[in-house]
């Protein structure tokens, strides 16, 4: 009943959302809310020097967005959102929590070696479009920051036919943050992420510091 409730609830505020819109006119203030979702190749860059280029990964991510218009015109506005994200990556970097630290070495022995992560994004914008109140086809160029704090994260990996599983390690740095960039027209955009901070605090691997971070490239899908 509660999902029957909540399904029906989204049906009414997307209606409510697009009659708003046809009732507006050119030249009327207006605001582009929505609900964005995106998928991304991802990988690791800065690794240390002992550790070899990350397998194939990616990165899932869904939230909303509100828009504040600058202008009349609704071409340059500011947004501020709140969404989920996932990481998933295949890599190279044996990680363990041993008697509550964080331990790093080389992955020799190493088989499917994986990360994952869960995160809440808390994304800031600085929009500009081509649109009106009355085209919802344009063309868009969206640039910002986007801030994560992670609630879970789990390293696992398999050596010499044995599974290891390591969750929330206490060398993780939850609070990260970083550079986003998308642009093009209607509903598929090119986007970009680029973190700015490493996800590990305080971490080294043969004496030299672990600034691992990542960057994530793909698509964006804005609705309503």
Avoid: C
Avoid at 207 to 215: A, R, V
């Amino acid at each position: 009943m509660n999902k029957i409730l909540l399904f029906l609830f989204f049906i009414f505020s997307v209606s409510v959302s697009f009659a708003q819109k046809d009732s507006l006119q050119i030249g009327d203030r207006y605001a582009d809310d929505q609900i964005y979702a995106s998928i991304s190749y991802a990988q690791f860059y800065q690794q240390p020097a002992v550790i070899s280029k990350s397998g194939f990964s990616f990165g899932l991510s869904t939230g909303f967005l509100k828009d504040f218009i600058l202008n009349k015109q609704g071409s340059f506005s500011f947004a501020i959102g709140v969404g989920y994200g996932y990481d998933y990556f295949n890599h190279n970097l044996k990680v363990q929590e041993i008697n509550n630290s964080t331990v790093f070495s080389e992955s020799i022995n190493v088989n499917s070696n994986i990360f994952t992560s869960h995160n809440l994004d808390f994304p800031l914008e600085i929009r500009w479009r081509t649109s009106n109140a009355v085209k919802y086809d344009f063309w868009r160029i969206y640039t910002g920051v986007k801030f994560l704090y992670n609630f879970s994260n789990t390293f696992r990996f398999e050596e010499n036919g044995t599974q290891f599983s390591y969750k929330n390690v206490s060398a993780y740095n939850n609070l990260q943050y970083g550079f986003t960039f998308s642009a093009g027209y209607d509903v598929i955009n090119l986007h970009v992420f680029y973190n700015l901070t490493p996800i590990f605090k305080n971490a080294t691997i043969n004496s030299e510091s672990i600034d691992t971070s990542i960057l994530k490239f793909g698509l964006i899908f804005y609705i309503l």
